[in-house]
């Protein structure tokens, strides 16, 4: 073969070579989208991205807000994302839609993050009272499954209850305006709720019947080949609820500038909210209880779900093993 033609060959090669590297370095170094929920179980991940935690541990992520996890988690879904937060009971649903996910951690634990806000003078002062009231929840989400299992809790077929879908935002005002008689929500939805109808409203809650669960959720194109990312991740929340855990003023100040918040809605707030990073077997309980409850309500068909398909918990056991108690076969 000439050497022209030799030469020709070579160049070829190399550039080729050249091109595909700078393809994969392009797609390694493209940013992770974080659909995170607007609420302040999502501290963690504003503390991360405002102190650069992200960038320190070598993953670029940028974060889109959505208003909650059932959105979040649709976002994802569409392949809008390649994480979301999400509660447990819109991982529930998708499961049961045979829909593939994978839960890589917990990053909070709340009692008490949904609440009843009813208007003093109704009569509603208790669970059993609701029976023959329109109220009002985001179905589909804690808040909805909160709402049914006080009612049982105390004895009351949930089929009593007149049921009104609303969404975040039209909560305190469809309250206020009388269109329903009382409210099912989670945080911060009730503390607007309740500093909209001042003096008049009143609050039910039982910090007994439920502890939720908040989750950082990943697609299914966002898979093992991606561990690394996600390892990344898992350390930059690590260092993020160190420093909640260890400057609870400095976090709340984050916390206030990203949701609007103020001195007394945190006191409302922050007494009730557990953060941490792990993945552990109580959420499978979670998971499996309230699958349960959607399969006896109606809210759901088919079959339980193995919920340790949707979960992966080797990125957060090679960052932190003892943070890890679900065992996946």
């Not at 030799?6 to 080729?16: I, N």
């Not at 855990?245 to 984050?254: F, K, L, N, S, T």
Request: charged share 20%; glycine share 6%; aromatic share 6%.
């Amino acid at each position: 073969m000439p050497y022209s033609r030799v030469r020709a060959t070579l160049t070829c090669a190399v550039a080729a070579l050249l091109l595909c590297a700078s393809w994969g370095a392009a797609a390694a170094s493209r940013a992770l989208v974080f659909a995170v929920a607007r609420l302040p179980l999502s501290l963690p991940i504003y503390v991360a991205e405002e102190q650069g935690f992200f960038a320190a541990e070598g993953v670029a992520v940028n974060v889109a807000d959505c208003d909650i996890g059932r959105r979040c988690l649709d976002r994802m879904l569409a392949g809008g994302a390649d994480l979301a937060t999400a509660a447990v009971l819109p991982l529930v649903r998708t499961a049961m839609q045979g829909r593939r996910f994978a839960v890589v951690a917990t990053i909070a634990a709340a009692r008490n993050d949904a609440k009843l806000i009813v208007r003093r003078g109704t009569g509603i002062d208790s669970a059993a009272a609701r029976a023959g009231r329109r109220v009002g929840t985001f179905v589909g989400t804690s808040a909805h499954f909160l709402l049914e299992l006080s009612l049982l809790t105390a004895g009351v077929d949930p089929a009593k209850v007149t049921l009104v879908a609303l969404e975040p935002e039209d909560a305190a005002d469809a309250l206020r305006a009388g269109r329903v008689d009382a409210i099912a929500v989670f945080e911060p939805f009730a503390w607007h709720a309740a500093r909209a109808l001042g003096d008049e409203a009143q609050v039910i809650s039982d910090r007994r019947l439920h502890v939720e669960h908040w989750n950082i959720v990943a697609s299914a194109t966002l898979d093992t080949s991606h561990d690394a990312e996600v390892q990344a991740l898992c350390r930059a929340l690590l260092r993020a609820v160190r420093l909640i855990e260890a400057e609870p003023e400095r976090a709340q100040a984050v916390l206030r500038r990203r949701l609007g918040l103020d001195e007394p809605a945190m006191a409302w707030l922050w007494p009730d909210i557990d953060y941490g990073v792990d993945l552990r077997q109580s959420l499978v309980h979670a998971l499996e209880e309230q699958a349960r409850w959607a399969l006896r309500a109606g809210h759901a068909g088919g079959a339980m779900p193995n919920f340790l398909t949707h979960l992966r918990p080797g990125p957060m056991a090679a960052v932190r093993p003892n943070a890890v108690t679900v065992v996946v076969p």
